[in-house]
């Protein structure tokens, strides 16, 4: 089984530029997450879909940030314009229904971002 | 607001040792919690998943203990390798629908040969 796919895999961009990541999940897998990972922290939830639908954008730092996941599938997450301290590592994970299931989610090898 | 704790930052030990890293967690009513490897570079790797209603799980050398009452978890490594070297991380997953993993910051190991 094909494990969550993203890409870029490395990203080195300059303040105020903006940058696009995409992720692909297990197929099947109707919950996708995008979590920010700045070093020497754990990951920090940016936004959960379910479907198409957006579950929770709390954390999203909207100003900046956007994020779609357009057909229930595929997802990509925005920065617009980026700074300094959107430097971090972007997780991508996705996980079976919500009401299904251990709760169990599958990580993809993330987007490391340096942002100049 | 959950909130997770790992204690050590950091962990050295010698080839062989048995260790315990350990986890702790606000809010006690949580669906599960996990705990993940990560290496540099890579994305996270399961480890294992303790039910709210389980108190341990097993998995060859590894085994975390979970204490919903005092807002604990430990993970046990025994005998351990230079391959377990990596960075450890726990995440309590929230018993509502939304089932969200709240993260600590990481207890980074390493197994000297």
């Known amino acids: 089984e094909a494990g969550v796919a993203q890409s870029p895999r490395y990203k080195i961009i300059e303040k105020r530029q903006s940058v696009a990541f995409w992720c692909n999940p297990i197929?099947?897998?109707?919950?996708l997450y995008w979590y920010q990972q700045i070093l020497g922290q754990g990951p920090k939830l940016l936004i959960q879909?379910?479907?198409?639908?957006?579950?929770?954008d709390s954390q999203l730092p909207k100003d900046r940030f956007s994020a779609e996941r357009l057909k229930g599938v595929d997802s990509t997450l925005k920065i617009q314009p980026a700074k300094l301290e959107d430097s971090a590592v972007y997780l991508c994970?996705?996980?079976?229904?919500?009401?299904?299931?251990?709760?169990?989610?599958?990580f993809g090898p993330g987007t490391r971002l340096t942002v100049t | 607001k959950q909130e997770v704790t790992q204690i050590p930052a950091a962990l050295s030990v010698p080839e062989g040792e048995n260790l315990v890293l350990n986890c702790s967690f606000t809010?006690?009513?949580?669906?599960?919690l996990q705990w993940f490897r990560q290496d540099p570079g890579k994305g996270l790797t399961s480890l294992l998943l303790?039910?709210?209603?389980?108190r341990e799980q097993t998995s060859g050398r590894l085994n975390a203990s979970l204490d919903k009452s005092s807002g604990r978890s430990t993970l046990y490594i025994a005998a351990s390798q230079p391959g377990d070297s990596a960075t450890y991380l726990c995440?309590?997953?929230?018993?509502?629908?939304?089932?969200?993993?709240?993260f600590g910051s990481g207890t980074q190991l390493t197994v000297l040969p």
């Open positions: 303790i039910q709210s209603s389980q």
């Open positions: 994970a996705s996980s079976l229904e919500l009401a299904s299931g251990k709760g169990e989610q599958y």
């Open positions: 809010d006690s009513a949580i669906y599960n």
């Open positions: 197929s099947g897998h109707a919950t």
């Open positions: 879909f379910q479907n198409n639908g957006v579950v929770d």
């Open positions: 995440a309590a997953c929230s018993s509502g629908s939304a089932r969200q993993l709240t």
